[in-house]
C-alpha cells in the first residue's frame, strides 16, 4: 500500500482544517430582499428569580423571541462580564435584514457594543435603524444553547427564545437589559437569558 510521507500528510491536514474553518465562518449572503419582517417579541412578566450563574443572580422580566439575521458576532474573554455573558450577538430585522442594505454598511462589534458606519447618505433612516437592529448579551441557559450561539455565523438566520433579565454579580456588579428596541447607547443592549436556538440554515 502506497503511504503518504508523514510531512505531507500534516500539510494535508492543515490545508483540510484552514479549508474547514473559512468554510464554517464565512458570512452568509442573500438575495435582496426583507428576511425577516417582524420585529422581536417582549411579554411583560412580575419579576422571576432566575437563580444564580457563576455567581451573578438573574431576574427575569419579561419573556423575549427574538427572530433575527444575525450581524455580528463577538467572544469575549476578559472583564467580569466574560464570565456571564462570554458571548455578544448582533441581529437585525425588517429592512436591516435586507442584503442589499447591508451592503452599505460597515458593521462592527467591541467593547460590549454593536457599530454600524455607512459612507455619503445613511442607507435607512437613523430612527429605523435603530428600532431595527440590537446587540444580544446572551446568557446562555444550558450546555447546548451555548454551543449553537458559539457556532452561529454572520448572516444567518436565528431564532432565540428566552427572557430578559436583570443580573447582579459579585461585589455588587449590576447588569440591566435594555426595556425597548429603540434606546441606543450604553444600556440600549438586551441581556437576553436564551433557552432555545433554532437556527434558519441548519
Avoid at 425588517?94 to 447591508?102: E, K, P, T
Wanted: glycine share 10%; hydrophobic share 40%; with cysteine.
Amino acid at each position: 500500500m502506497h503511504r503518504l510521507p508523514i510531512g505531507r500528510t500534516i500539510l494535508l491536514l492543515i490545508v483540510a482544517s484552514i479549508a474547514w474553518w473559512w468554510w464554517s465562518t464565512r458570512p452568509i449572503r442573500h438575495a435582496p430582499g426583507v428576511l425577516v419582517p417582524a420585529p422581536p417579541v417582549q411579554e411583560s412578566e412580575p419579576p422571576r428569580e432566575l437563580g444564580e450563574i457563576d455567581g451573578f443572580h438573574l431576574t427575569a422580566f419579561a419573556r423575549y423571541t427574538l427572530r433575527g439575521r444575525v450581524l455580528g458576532w463577538k467572544r469575549y474573554h476578559s472583564g467580569i462580564q466574560s464570565r456571564l455573558v462570554p458571548v455578544d450577538v448582533a441581529t437585525g430585522w425588517g429592512r436591516m435584514s435586507d442584503q442589499a442594505v447591508l451592503d452599505r454598511f460597515v458593521l462592527t462589534m467591541g467593547n460590549r457594543f454593536f457599530f454600524y458606519e455607512w459612507r455619503g447618505q445613511p442607507p435607512l433612516p437613523r430612527d429605523e435603524i435603530m428600532r431595527s437592529a440590537a446587540n444580544n448579551h446572551v446568557v446562555a441557559g444550558s450546555d447546548a444553547v451555548a454551543k449553537a450561539v458559539n457556532r452561529l455565523r454572520v448572516g444567518e438566520l436565528v431564532e432565540m427564545r428566552g427572557w430578559l433579565v436583570d443580573a447582579v454579580g459579585p461585589d455588587g456588579f449590576r447588569w440591566s437589559s435594555s426595556r425597548r428596541r429603540d434606546d441606543t447607547g450604553n444600556g440600549a443592549c438586551e441581556l437576553f437569558f436564551v433557552e432555545t436556538v433554532k437556527s434558519g440554515e441548519r
